[in-house]
């Protein structure tokens, strides 16, 4: 009865850690944008090594965590555990679509 529960624990864990991640990343772009007059950077490499020391890794993949600008704002984000990187697309309030990432947006 306790197996299919610990199945999906290192999945949880994973996607838990990969939020984590991208919420530090999230304050470190905010560290940057206050340094420089409100602009986001073009991509995570400019937040090193003044504000992290280096990009946190997607928990899913290993590599780097993903990042876009949007208008407004930007999304850091992992692939999540289709391990496709469906560029930041957020996951829906019903928690049966597929084809998603895990996201955290700054909408500003």
Same mark, same amino acid.
């Given at each position: 009865?306790?197996?299919?529960?610990?199945?999906?624990?290192?999945?949880?864990?994973?996607?838990?850690?990969?939020?984590?991640?991208?919420?530090?990343?999230?304050?470190?772009?905010?560290?940057?944008?206050?340094?420089?007059?409100?602009?986001?950077? /073009? +991509?995570?490499?400019?937040?090193? %090594?003044?504000?992290? $020391?280096?990009?946190?890794? *997607?928990?899913?993949?290993?590599?780097?965590?993903?990042?876009?600008?949007l208008r407004p704002g930007y999304v850091v984000y992992s692939i999540g555990c289709d391990r496709k /990187? +469906?560029?930041?697309?957020?996951? %829906?309030?019903?928690? $049966?679509?597929?084809?998603? *990432?895990?996201?955290?947006?700054?909408?500003?």
């Open positions: 009865m306790l197996l299919p529960a610990l199945s999906r624990a290192g999945t949880r864990f994973a996607t838990f850690e990969s939020r984590r991640r991208a919420a530090l990343t999230a304050i470190a772009v905010e560290q940057y944008r206050l340094v420089h007059d409100g602009r986001v950077p /073009d +991509n995570l490499d400019q937040l090193l %090594p003044e504000f992290l $020391s280096e990009i946190p890794k *997607d928990p899913f993949d290993g590599q780097p965590l993903r990042f876009r600008v /990187d +469906n560029e930041g697309k957020e996951r %829906p309030a019903k928690r $049966s679509a597929k084809d998603y *990432d895990e996201t955290f947006f700054v909408e500003r």
